[in-house]
Structures are given as C-alpha cells and as structure tokens.
C-alpha cells in the first residue's frame, strides 16, 4: 500500500528557502505515474491545496498566491516530489502536507497523506 514520507521543514528566516520532500513507497506504480498534490494548513485555517503536479506528463499548477515562489518537481530515480519554496514570508506558516493521488486543490480527492512537515517563517 502507498505511503508517504515527508521531510524539509523546519523555521526559516523571512526571504529563506526550504525544499520539501515526499518520497513514496509502497505503491503500484513509480512516482513518475503519481499525480501529487500539496496542501497547508495554517493554524486555525482549514487546509487549502497550493500545488500539484499531475501523472505523466507532470504538468504543474499552483495557487495564484503561491505561483512564482513555490515549485514542484519530481526525482523518478528517488520516487520523490519535492516542494521546492524561496522568498519564504512569515504568511507560508503552516504544516505542510503531500497527498495523493490527483492533482487538484480540493481534500476529498486524496486517499493517502504524507504525516505533514511544520513551515514557520519567523525572524
């Protein structure tokens, strides 16, 4: 059964950068063929999807409030993705969470969670 594993959090400086890992185990197929999502959930926020990347191809999308700061790639070799964020601002505090599969801002498309990983953006 799919599992997945987070790692890359941690506190970070405003204007820091922090690359987020989700590595997969377990599955049917190589991550390659995974459409993953990514979400946050702020404290007293409901959890709000900021970034996929899609099966296949692995075509991206991100929220417009995310989009130019946040990027999603993948590592076949390592059956990973990463969430890869710079010019961090104390407002990308959350825990941040993978999930699979789809590529879609909504929870309820998504059966297995990684545990998520705390951001906190503080001077």
């Known amino acids: 059964q799919l599992q997945l594993v987070q790692s890359g959090g941690g506190l970070v400086q405003p204007g820091g950068s922090l690359r987020l890992s989700c590595a997969a185990s377990?599955?049917?197929?190589?991550?390659?063929?995974?459409?993953v999502g990514w979400f946050r959930e702020a404290p007293g926020k409901e959890r709000e999807g900021i970034a996929c990347i899609t099966g296949g191809e692995g075509v991206t999308e991100y929220k417009d409030s995310v989009k130019g700061r946040f990027t999603v790639s993948r590592d076949n070799a390592k059956n990973t993705v990463y969430l890869q964020i710079v010019s961090l601002e104390p407002e990308d505090t959350a825990i941040y969470y993978c999930?699979?599969?789809?590529?879609?801002?909504?929870?309820?498309?998504?059966?297995?969670w990684g545990q998520g990983t705390q951001v906190t953006v503080s001077s």
């Open positions: 999930a699979a599969f789809g590529c879609a801002f909504e929870t309820r498309w998504y059966a297995t």
């Open positions: 377990g599955g049917t197929k190589a991550v390659d063929y995974y459409a």
